[in-house]
């Protein structure tokens, strides 16, 4: 199909994620033809690195061959199959695998096709485990401020995010959002290095009051990625996790966008050293090739749905494509690969990388903080640095940063005026080093106006 028409129809037809569809009158959506590596390339063959992992999915590259193999290889077998009273070595091979990686306890795996999926099938999970083991006023959840879960209206309902959630606000469900770290702005005065996650007392306060209505505290275990990758430190969960112990309330941690060795650990939780009681991933799982979730679960709390038919104490949840194959077999090989490849040593020189930026984007007039976990990186731009003021959101920053990189050939996709690099985690340094050139040139010149 010519560019042309290609942009015709995808004017006429196409309705685009989280966007303002009018915004393509002056920038289109630009036309992929194929990608390879961390690069994307247009129909007219420029490219473009892939600085955002495609919305934080991509692990290993595009076009990646084991990937291909492990896709066409299941194809020939068998594509999809409904998953209730059947079941198939990838999703097995897959279930045990994840076990055996995750953080410990976690045993048993319930499938779903997307983040937002698996988050309400979480938070269904906790409130109907409540229910049914005499704990029937526990319906509430706790999340944080600025929080990130999905758009679903469960998911919508424990986020933090007001561009997301406001207009919304009368179809979602009534919770306890409380202050949740803030660590460029803390107002402790403590940095992340020297804090004892005072911000906490927030979290202590509302559950303490409220333990009994309470079913689930749900969080982005140590970043906050569509806040603009606010970063905290591992103590806060640590304190969550006893303060949940404590009071009797589930543990959630939603490791979509960080598991999978964002943060330079396979899951984020290990930094802390902490088990969630439910675990939900997705993104990466497959390498960033097909939609597939999954929520984890402790034995404990399967037990409770697990008894006769006529109790209807079964979790009556389903998708259509629960457990499909392809994106099963896509994950276990995902898996060889962390292993085979040793993934996670070969991010440690890149993670430094990272980390060497710091003070040359610092260093500029209107970057407020430079912060990194693993191979996460984000540059808030300010409008005045002492204050730490941000600029009006009106004024689209982190928009015009994203229009000039795309001009310079790499994909930075900001959040408000966040810029932030989280890329596959096999780009190279030489890669790493020309996206960070094109964001510090970008910056440079959306902030001079
Ligand atoms: N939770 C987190 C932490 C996420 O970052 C996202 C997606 N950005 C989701 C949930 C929702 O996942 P999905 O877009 O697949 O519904």
């Known amino acids: 199909m010519e560019k042309a028409e290609l942009l015709r129809l995808d004017r006429r037809h196409v309705w685009h994620p989280c966007t303002q569809e009018k915004d393509h009158e002056a920038l289109p959506?630009?036309?992929?033809?194929?990608?390879?590596?961390?690069?994307?390339?247009?129909?007219?063959?420029?490219s473009y690195i892939d600085g955002v992992s495609s919305w934080w999915v991509n692990l290993f590259g595009h076009n990646h061959p084991r990937l291909n193999r492990?896709?066409?290889?299941?194809?020939?077998?068998?594509a999809h199959h409904i998953f209730a009273g059947f079941t198939h070595e990838p999703a097995v091979t897959l279930a045990a695998r994840l076990c055996e990686v995750a953080p410990p306890g976690l045993e048993k795996v319930f499938f779903t096709d997307n983040g937002?999926?698996?988050v309400e099938a979480a938070l269904k999970m906790s409130f109907q485990y409540w229910r049914q083991t005499g704990h029937a006023d526990k319906t509430r959840f706790v999340s944080i401020s600025e929080a990130y879960h999905g758009e679903t209206l469960g998911a919508l309902s424990v986020g933090g995010c007001g561009l997301y959630k406001d207009i919304?606000?009368?179809?979602?469900?009534?919770g306890f959002q409380v202050q949740g770290p803030d660590c460029y702005r803390c107002p402790y005065g403590r940095n992340r290095n020297n804090c004892d996650a005072e911000c906490f007392t927030a979290m202590e306060e509302t559950v303490a009051e409220h333990h009994r209505k309470i079913a689930a505290v749900i969080i982005e275990?140590?970043?906050?990625?569509?806040?603009?990758?606010?970063?905290?430190?591992?103590?806060?969960?640590?304190?969550?996790?006893?303060?949940?112990?404590?009071?009797?309330?589930?543990y959630i941690a939603d490791e979509i966008a960080v598991g999978f060795g964002r943060t330079g650990r396979l899951f984020a939780n290990e930094h802390a050293a902490v088990s969630p009681d439910l675990l939900c991933l997705?993104?990466?799982?497959?390498?960033?090739?097909?939609?597939?979730?999954?929520?984890?679960?402790?034995?404990?709390l399967y037990d409770a749905f697990y008894d006769d038919y006529s109790t209807l104490k079964a979790f009556l949840h389903s998708h259509s494509y629960s457990g499909n194959p392809l994106a099963c077999a896509l994950a276990c090989e995902v898996l060889n690969i962390f292993k085979e490849e040793?993934?996670?040593?070969?991010?440690?020189?890149?993670?430094?990388?990272?980390?060497?930026?710091?003070?040359?984007?610092e260093a500029l007039p209107q970057v407020g903080e430079f912060r990194q976990q693993g191979l996460v990186a984000a540059i808030e731009m300010v409008r005045d640095k002492t204050g730490k003021t941000p600029?009006?959101?009106?004024?689209?920053?982190?928009?015009?940063?994203?229009?000039?990189?795309?001009?310079k050939g790499a994909l930075l996709r900001p959040l408000g005026n966040v810029v932030y690099f989280m890329p596959p985690l096999t780009i190279e340094t030489l890669e790493l080093g020309q996206l960070a050139d094109v964001a510090y040139e970008a910056i440079v010149a959306v902030t001079a106006a």
């Open 221 to 250: 275990p140590l970043i906050q990625c569509a806040a603009g990758m606010r970063i905290y430190p591992p103590i806060y969960l640590k304190k969550l996790r006893e303060l949940c112990d404590r009071w009797q309330i589930h």
């Open 116 to 118: 937002s999926a698996a």
């Open 29 to 46: 959506p630009i036309p992929i033809a194929r990608a390879e590596g961390v690069y994307l390339f247009d129909v007219d063959g420029k």
């Open 391 to 407: 600029y009006p959101w009106q004024e689209r920053r982190g928009y015009a940063v994203y229009r000039r990189a795309l001009e």
């Open 70 to 78: 492990a896709l066409g290889e299941q194809a020939g077998k068998v």
């Open 168 to 174: 919304y606000q009368p179809l979602l469900l009534d």
């Open 342 to 361: 040793r993934i996670l040593e070969g991010m440690v020189p890149k993670m430094a990388f990272l980390a060497s930026q710091k003070d040359r984007f």
């Open 282 to 300: 997705s993104k990466g799982i497959t390498g960033g090739y097909m939609p597939l979730a999954v929520v984890l679960t402790g034995r404990n």
